[in-house]
């Protein structure tokens, strides 16, 4: 079972920048693909970026193109999330997810999560 950890939330205004991590303890990152997704208080779980195991490939949903990056480190077993041009609806409690090999935008697809780390957009 691989552990993650995610950090780097916070509070932030509107149009700022934050960038969050997920760092792996126990087993390596490699050959696994990692997710991102997002929470609201009364809203669903829903998919935010994701990458393969190599980097090569990444996704993301549509109301975040342009704004949200992810990559990894696979050397360091960290996957981050730069997150730029803030808005209030991006305001949701942020989990990094591990399935293997291949990114899916479906939460029920991933096996092992991380605690969340609350991210707060306000003026």
């Known amino acids: 079972q691989v552990q993650l950890v995610e950090s780097g939330g916070g509070l932030v205004q509107p149009g700022g920048s934050l960038r969050l991590s997920c760092a792996a303890s126990?087993?390596?990152?490699?050959?696994?693909?990692i997710g991102w997704f997002r929470q609201a208080p009364g809203k669903e779980r829903e998919f935010v970026a994701g990458?393969?195991?190599?980097?090569?490939?990444?996704s993301y949903a549509d109301n975040v193109k342009g704004r949200f990056t992810i990559s990894r480190d696979n050397l360091k077993n960290t996957v981050y999330l730069q997150m730029n041009s803030l808005k209030p609806e991006d305001m949701a409690v942020y989990y990094c997810?591990?399935?293997?090999?291949?990114?899916?935008?479906?939460?029920?697809?991933?096996?092992?999560w991380g605690q969340g780390t609350q991210v707060t957009v306000s003026s």
């Open positions: 997810a591990a399935r293997p090999l291949s990114v899916s935008k479906r939460s029920t697809q991933y096996d092992d």
């Open positions: 990458i393969t195991w190599s980097g090569d490939t990444t």
């Open positions: 126990g087993f390596s990152l490699n050959y696994y693909a």
